[in-house]
């Protein structure tokens, strides 16, 4: 059974550029959730779709968005980058909303702003 | 809003020791997970706790789960090095969502 795949794994990126990052779910499962990670900041929720929808919302910027397609595959966009946005993006996929079966996750994608 | 606390944030054992990570939260939660994540790496599902007293054990990981103090632990018997790695907790109270501690940083040193 495939796991959750993230594309591109590393990405370097310059201030102001915008980026794209890409996420597909295990096959079945819709839901697909977005964090942030940092060193000393933790996993930081960004936000979940579940067929299509936005679900739920963290607190970022509204640079920070995402979309997720009829196939549950989901992709979130950084617009104006800032070099604070320098972090491992994870996707956590979930059968259902919220992780309620637990998340299976991406290996990640390490953007770097110069 | 759930709150989920982890305790210590960083650990740092020799191997052959024991010793336990605390993870205690706020709100009643339908269930528990633990996660491992290597230095860069992404996150690895340990353990689902489902049930007050649950507890389930893989190698020298047992983690269990105590609904009635919210609170949740994660022991480690003799220690290895393999072991190093951040632990998370994360608690799924109903009708919202899973949510994370801070992690756990373990060390252990031969």
């Known amino acids: 059974k495939a796991g959750v795949t993230q594309t591109p794994r590393y990405l370097i990126k310059t201030r102001g550029q915008q980026v794209t990052l890409s996420c597909s779910p295990i096959?079945?499962?819709?839901?697909v959730s977005w964090y942030q990670q940092t060193p000393g900041q933790g996993l930081q929720f960004l936000f979940e779709?579940?067929?299509?929808?936005?679900?739920n919302k963290g607190n970022f910027p509204g640079r920070f968005s995402g979309r997720q397609f009829s196939n549950s595959r989901s992709e979130m966009n950084v617009s104006t980058l800032e070099l604070g946005d320098s972090a491992l993006y994870l996707c956590?996929?979930?059968?259902?909303?919220?992780?309620?079966?637990?998340?299976?996750f991406g290996s990640g994608t390490r953007l770097t702003v110069v | 809003e759930l709150k989920v606390e982890q305790n210590p944030l960083f650990l740092s054992m020799q191997e052959g020791k024991n010793y336990t990570i605390y993870c205690n939260y706020s709100?009643?939660?339908?269930?528990l997970y633990w996660y491992r994540q290597d230095p860069g790496k992404s996150l690895e599902s340990l353990f689902v706790?489902?049930?007050?007293?649950a507890v389930k054990q893989e190698g020298r990981l047992m983690a269990s789960l105590d609904t009635k103090a919210r609170l949740s632990t994660l022991h480690i018997t003799a220690a290895v090095h393999d072991l190093s790695a951040t632990y998370f907790c994360?608690?799924?109270?109903?009708?919202?969502?899973?949510?994370f501690g801070e992690g756990t940083q373990l060390t252990v040193n031969p």
């Open positions: 956590a996929s979930s059968l259902a909303t919220g992780g309620s079966y637990g998340y299976t």
């Open positions: 096959s079945g499962h819709r839901s």
């Open positions: 779709y579940f067929s299509e929808t936005q679900r």
């Open positions: 709100t009643t939660s339908d269930r």
């Open positions: 706790l489902l049930s007050n007293g």
């Open positions: 994360a608690a799924f109270p109903a009708g919202s969502r899973l949510t």
